[in-house]
């Protein structure tokens, strides 16, 4: 099933996505290394086109809430499809993922993308 997605609706699901888990995620010194946190969901939304690249996963906690994660994609993103590396633009909408992502200062980044 093909999922599009607008440039409004993906800004607004990377919006929610980033309040929920900064509010949610521990806070982090500057001195203290950030605590790796994973995900397992499903993209909403891939961005290439805008620097810094961006993805949005929606996944589910606790099994009832829904989580919507939305995380920069830096250059040494790990990002692999089973075990072969791929590109961030390769991801599409409704495919499973596993995300692994620290909070910053300035936001949430990826620093695994596993694609299943």
Same mark, same amino acid.
């Given at each position: 099933? %093909?999922?599009?997605v607008?440039?409004?609706?993906?800004s #607004?699901?990377? =919006?929610?996505g980033?309040a929920v888990?900064w =509010?949610?995620a521990p806070s $982090?010194? =500057?001195?203290s290394?950030?605590?790796? *946190?994973? #995900? *397992?969901? +499903?993209? #909403?939304? $891939?961005?290439?086109?805008d620097s810094?690249? !961006?993805?949005?996963? @929606? =996944?589910? @906690?606790?099994?009832?809430?829904?989580?919507? $994660?939305?995380? !920069?994609?830096e250059?040494? !993103? @790990?990002i692999?499809?089973?075990? &072969?590396?791929?590109?961030?633009? !390769?991801? @599409?909408?409704? +495919?499973?993922?596993?995300l %692994?992502? $620290?909070? &910053?200062?300035?936001?949430?980044?990826?620093?695994?993308?596993?694609? *299943?």
């Amino acid at each position: 099933m %093909t999922h599009a997605v607008t440039r409004s609706h993906w800004s #607004v699901g990377l =919006a929610v996505g980033l309040a929920v888990l900064w =509010a949610a995620a521990p806070s $982090v010194g =500057a001195e203290s290394k950030a605590a790796a *946190r994973t #995900v *397992r969901g +499903e993209v #909403v939304a $891939v961005n290439v086109q805008d620097s810094p690249h !961006t993805i949005v996963v @929606k =996944a589910m @906690k606790g099994g009832k809430d829904e989580l919507i $994660v939305g995380a !920069t994609v830096e250059s040494d !993103t @790990k990002i692999l499809r089973g075990k &072969q590396p791929v590109d961030l633009s !390769t991801l @599409k909408a409704g +495919e499973s993922v596993d995300l %692994t992502y $620290v909070k &910053q200062e300035d936001g949430l980044v990826a620093r695994s993308i596993h694609a *299943r």
